[in-house]
Every structure is written in structure tokens, then in C-alpha cells.
């Protein structure tokens, strides 16, 4: 990756018109040909970039542009499109190219195959005498996260996200309809389990007779050091 530090200014023409104004930015060219500008704000998002398929030409200065005390002029042309973006450099402060290597990605934590795996490990977390049937309980439309048993011996449908929505509720109320068809599950009961849950969705959920369960990961991992609770 190279990094340049600089007082530049920016202009993209193409699908839309942009302007950046003279000011000290952080331009990165990346090994796949993106190249972005980033302030000293804004978080992650940059104020201008052009995404590969690209390719980055600098252009000859001349007379006038010395002039003008401009160190460089950057074009970067997108190989699919008119999209086009045209960098000027009055001055460089840093210039250096890193080599980064192979990225392994980024390893979420607390997603929702953590959280089923916690909670069939800790399925007893649902109410008292529950027990695993199993994980990933098939259907004709796929999957139910969990299926268990209540203390009585019913089964019980659950399904787990890490935010819970609307179209969660929808698709466990699909899961429902076709589980309840097997005589030999019938009647299943529905868990909506979520480490967060939407008021729309709790709602729903209720409306169609679906319990719902708010998951706190930390202390399902057991990280959680304080009183003994649930949820």
C-alpha cells in the first residue's frame, strides 16, 4: 500500500461531480488499484475514492504548474466507466509504500453461529427441564437454528439472530407451519431469540403466540462475573 501525506485538492467527474478544496488529506493507493482520500475525521469513510477496476497515471507538469508550486497531477481512470478523478499535489509531506501481506479478514465475534452454539451448549438458558433435540433441525425451507424440548417433554422451534427483526419472526413463523405438519413434533412452540430486539418485531412475535428471548452473549460465554441471572 502506498500512504501519501499532502496538501491537495480533488475533483471526480463521471456518474456525479465532486470538488475537494486545497487541504492536507491521507491518499491511499491500494494493491488492487483503489485509490482513496481520507481527512483527519469522518471515521472510516473516505471523502473521495475510485474503486477498482482502475488505473492511476501521473501526468507531466508544466511551466504554469511549477509555477503554481504543483508538485504532481494524479488521474485515475475507472476501466469500465467514464468515472473519473483528478488528484493535484502542492505539496507532499510523507510519500512510502508498505508491503501488508496476505489479510486472514475480519473474525466476528458474538455472531449468530456463536450464539447457537452457546445456547444449545446452555439450552437449559430457555426455562427449567429444557434439553437439545438438535442444532440446525432441517426443514424443506431450511434449517430451524434449534429444536428442543420443553420440561414437558413439547418441542420447541428456536431461532437465533443477533438483532432481531421483523423478517426473523417471519421466517420462524414459516418454520412453525411446516414443523407443526409432523405429527410427531406437533405442537411446536416458537422461541425468537436475539441479543437485541426490535419493538416491531417483539410485536409481531407475540401476536402470533412466539416467546421472545433477549441473549446476553458475555454471560452466555461466561464472562459475565455479576449476579446470577439469565438474561
Known sequence: ??????????????????????????????????????????????????????????????DADTSAG???????????????????????????????????????????????????????MLGEGYTLVRREYPTAIGPVDILARDAHGGAVAVQIKRRGEIDGVEQLTRYLELLNRDPLLSPVEGIFAAQEIKPQARTLAEDRGIRCVVLDYEHMRGADTGADRLF
Open 1 to 62: 500500500m502506498r500512504v501519501v501525506i499532502a496538501r491537495c485538492e480533488a475533483a471526480y467527474s463521471g456518474r456525479l461531480n465532486a470538488y475537494l478544496p486545497v487541504a492536507v488529506r491521507t491518499i491511499l493507493v491500494k494493491a488492487d488499484g483503489s485509490v482513496l482520500l481520507h481527512s483527519d475525521g469522518g471515521s472510516y469513510k473516505p471523502l473521495n475514492w475510485m474503486s477498482p477496476p482502475c488505473t492511476l497515471r501521473e501526468l507531466p507538469l508544466d
Open 70 to 124: 504543483i508538485s504532481a497531477r494524479w488521474v485515475v481512470q475507472h476501466d469500465k466507466s467514464d468515472d473519473r478523478l483528478e488528484i493535484t499535489l502542492h505539496e507532499v509531506i510523507a510519500d512510502t509504500t508498505h508491503e501488508l501481506g496476505e489479510d486472514p479478514g475480519l473474525i466476528k465475534d458474538g455472531v449468530e453461529a456463536h450464539l447457537q452454539e452457546l445456547l444449545a451448549q446452555h439450552v437449559g
